[in-house]
């Protein structure tokens, strides 16, 4: 069965600061792997998502993640945070036979110090 | 375009009680699936619907149902109520059920069982 792991629960950075939130998969195949945000009371938004092609994917809010299948990891990355990046994150992976079953992460809790 | 939208957004309820939750998905969106997010658990796919038929199944007991209508609204049912019931129950809404296809997330409903 496929699964993913974020290995970090909580993460605190300064505001400005460089961003790396990190997330594995176990699955035989090329998974469909995307980020989500959850802003507290809120549903989850996507940020970005990968499913072939380049391993580099841009998303929205200045976020991009890369796709490594040596490394079984899709880290998601962002140059500069800011404040308003504050919230949840998580990775999930698709079912690549088909149909829209998410499996889901745990959860990256990011707080950004002023 | 509406976003998804989920009925009703917060619910008391007591244990023993049924309860009814709603989802409207993005009009022209065809598959709507159903997830539980508690602390504990995380994030847990429970059911997937695509014209008005169940595609697909989460880990959860008979006390958990639901159904699409032919205007691709979806409701979902919990019979007699637990604790552990209480959650965030997240309705997300795809075009179709082509591997990859972006999943739109509802802001949710939040149930809690007293």
């Known amino acids: 069965a496929q699964s993913v792991t974020q290995p970090d629960i909580h993460i605190t950075v300064s505001e400005g600061a460089s961003l790396e939130l990190r997330c594995n998969y176990s699955?035989?195949?090329?998974?469909?792997l995307f980020w989500y945000v959850q802003s507290p009371g809120q549903g989850l938004q996507l940020l970005l998502k990968?499913?072939?092609?380049?391993?580099l994917v841009q998303g929205i809010k200045g976020f991009e993640a890369e796709f490594k299948r040596s490394q079984s990891s899709f880290n998601l990355r962002k140059p500069s945070v800011h404040w308003s990046d504050a919230a949840e994150y998580f990775c999930?992976?698709?079912?690549?036979?088909?149909?829209?079953?998410?499996?889901f992460g745990t959860g990256t809790q990011l707080k950004v110090e002023l | 375009k509406a976003g998804v939208t989920q009925t009703p957004r917060y619910l008391i309820k007591t244990r023993g009680q049924q309860v009814t939750l709603s989802c409207s998905p993005i009009?022209?969106?065809?598959?709507v699936s159903w997830y539980q997010q508690t602390p504990g658990q995380g994030l847990q796919f429970l059911f997937e619907?695509?014209?008005?038929?169940?595609?697909n199944k989460g880990n959860f007991p008979g006390r958990f149902s639901g159904r699409q209508f032919s205007n691709s609204r979806s409701e979902m049912n919990v019979s007699t109520l637990e604790l552990g019931d209480s959650a965030l129950y997240l309705c997300?809404?795809?075009?179709?059920?082509?591997?990859?296809?972006?999943?739109?997330f509802g802001p949710g409903t939040r149930l809690l069982v007293l």
């Open positions: 997300a809404s795809s075009l179709s059920r082509r591997p990859g296809e972006t999943q739109y």
């Open positions: 699955y035989g195949a090329t998974p469909y």
């Open positions: 990968y499913f072939s092609g380049d391993t």
């Open positions: 999930a992976v698709g079912n690549p036979g088909g149909g829209n079953k998410l499996t």
């Open positions: 009009s022209g969106h065809r598959s």
């Open positions: 619907y695509f014209s008005e038929t169940q595609r």
